[in-house]
């Protein structure tokens, strides 16, 4: 089972998508976790921005892990999840993803990651579209950006990383601007993905939606 959850920042597709896999029982992979890893990899070897060092970088020292409760990527050993959770490296991910080399090599880096499982739920913003596109189930998840920039203002004040909203707010809407206009690959709805729509929705109403269009297709794994 290849279940691919596509949308926006702030839309909350991460949240829903651990809970989907916890519900299942399968694996998760944070596509978006993934893309900042190389980021901030890439701003600690600024000296080195080759496509084949990117490649070393998933090799040798960037490894992902998943423990049934959240994603994990480790540089050289040493977890720098929460390093990655930052503005400043999400914005980064983004930039990187406009040159269609990077974005190419950081797709390549995520399908290996996905190679070590069977069963999965992947998020990401293209994670309909070129990184799993042929998925049983697509959902694309959204939201209004006012509520997107509300929820990432709290989840920053969470990690003791205060910002206005304007700031936030000015951030998400550029973070989408700059993903819809990028000539490789840009950012747009997956074909036949079912929209799930959290303005107003609870994450477990979310979820069970999710769940409900799994169950009728009677594709459940083992």
């Not at 797709?107 to 293209?126: I, K, P, W, Y």
């Not at 990432?152 to 000015?170: E, G, I, S």
Request: charged share 25%.
């Amino acid at each position: 089972m290849q279940i691919a959850i596509s949308g926006p920042a702030g839309a909350g597709k991460s949240t829903l998508a651990r809970a989907l896999a916890r519900t299942l029982h399968i694996a998760y992979v944070d596509a978006g976790l993934i893309f900042r890893g190389i980021a901030y990899a890439k701003t600690q070897h600024a000296s080195r921005h080759s496509s084949p060092f990117l490649v070393e970088l998933l090799d040798k020292y960037l490894r992902y892990t998943w423990d049934d409760s959240e994603a994990h990527l480790a540089l050289n050993g040493e977890d720098i999840t929460p390093a990655l959770r930052s503005e400043e490296v999400a914005s980064a991910a983004s930039r990187l993803a406009e040159n269609g080399q990077h974005l190419s090599t950081m797709e390549a880096m995520t399908h290996a990651v996905m190679a070590q499982f069977s069963h999965l739920v992947c998020d990401g913003r293209n994670a309909g579209t070129t990184l799993l596109p042929n998925a049983q189930f697509k959902f694309y998840v959204t939201a209004d950006a006012e509520v997107r920039a509300m929820r990432r203002m709290h989840d920053l004040a969470k990690q003791n990383c205060a910002t206005p909203y304007a700031d936030v707010f000015y951030e998400i809407t550029e973070r989408d601007r700059r993903d819809r206009m990028r000539n490789s690959r840009p950012f747009v709805v997956p074909p036949n993905a079912i929209i799930i729509d959290t303005s107003t929705s609870s994450i477990e109403n979310s979820v069970e939606k999710m769940m409900r269009v799994i169950r009728k297709s009677a594709i459940m794994p083992h």
